[in-house]
């Protein structure tokens, strides 16, 4: 019986990646429709031209950003890296992790048609417009359709991601505007122009002024838009399964994010599996050189 549970399982995410593959690669090179967040992942993945600059471009923040490039010791860099991201992916992740919780109660309330206090309609309503819940929606649907929505990302998958968009933290993108994302923005002045842009391209790459600030926008992008629908009913499957929100999984959700599509979700479980050690607490993360413990 524990068998084919497992097998029931297999199959039910192998579908799942399935459909990520057929169905979301057309929406890949989506732009911002009327109304959406303006801040958005990067639809077409342009490497930096290396442009000699005339003056030392000033960063757009006032955080004390460690020099990652100056790091030579690879092992050392990575664990500064996480080490640097993890405290904020960990704060908002767990600030998703309360509204959930409170969406849990006020739907037991309402499925057990017990009175739901003006304080909780508020609440929902508030989120409802934050992740562009149709309010037309009955409130067990809206309830229902924020479950979907307000929910974490695993802090493994972001901090690949991070790695993996912004090179270690050693952009032009990181290092000026706190950008580890890859995210886009469309007001004149939001960010920074990219290198070569093509004529006639309005976008930029956002800028922010905090750490904080740049995780919570990365997150709301993947919790809000319709790219990543799909990475939102992974979520879920493994939410009602009782299962863990693992993130090589996960990472099949998140073909759109990059022109790659699935050469870069491969990427990223590449990177998941041969950093595995740095998710661990600090203290099991141990490197051996000429007979020295770090």
Not at 13 to 18: C, E, G
Request: aromatic share 8%.
């Amino acid at each position: 019986m524990r068998k084919r549970t497992l097998k029931s399982k297999l199959f039910r995410l192998l579908l799942l990646v399935a459909i990520a593959v057929g169905v979301i690669a057309p929406f890949t090179f989506l732009t911002p429709e009327q109304g959406e967040e303006e801040i958005v992942a990067e639809p077409v993945k342009v490497k930096e031209e290396k442009v000699e600059q005339k003056t030392v471009e000033q960063p757009l923040h006032s955080v004390n950003l460690p020099d990652f490039a100056a790091i030579t010791d690879v092992k050392q860099k990575k664990r500064a890296f996480f080490n640097f991201l993890k405290p904020a992916i960990e704060r908002e992740n767990e600030r998703l992790l309360s509204q959930r919780a409170e969406i849990v109660t006020i739907k037991s309330k309402v499925v057990l048609e017990e009175s739901v206090s003006d304080n909780e309609l508020a609440f929902i309503a508030k989120l409802a417009k934050q992740y562009r819940v149709n309010t037309s929606y009955s409130l067990l649907q809206q309830l229902d359709e924020l479950l979907l929505k307000v929910d974490i990302i695993p802090t493994e998958l972001v901090l690949v991601q991070a790695a993996n968009e912004s090179a270690w933290g050693t952009s032009r993108f990181a290092k000026i505007g706190l950008n580890f994302f890859g995210l886009w923005c469309y007001k004149p002045g939001c960010g920074m122009v990219p290198n070569g842009r093509n004529r006639g391209a309005k976008h930029e790459v956002a800028a922010f002024q905090s750490v904080d600030e740049a995780v919570v926008k990365y997150i709301r992008n993947i919790n809000t838009h319709g790219p990543y629908n799909v990475f939102r009913a992974i979520r879920a499957d493994l939410r009602a399964h009782e299962d863990t929100l693992r993130p090589e999984v996960l990472t099949a959700g998140l073909i759109p994010y990059s022109q790659r599509g699935t050469d870069y979700v491969i990427e990223l479980n590449e990177m998941l599996r041969h950093n595995a050690a740095y998710f661990e607490p600090e203290t099991k993360v141990i490197v051996i050189q000429k007979g020295v413990t770090q």
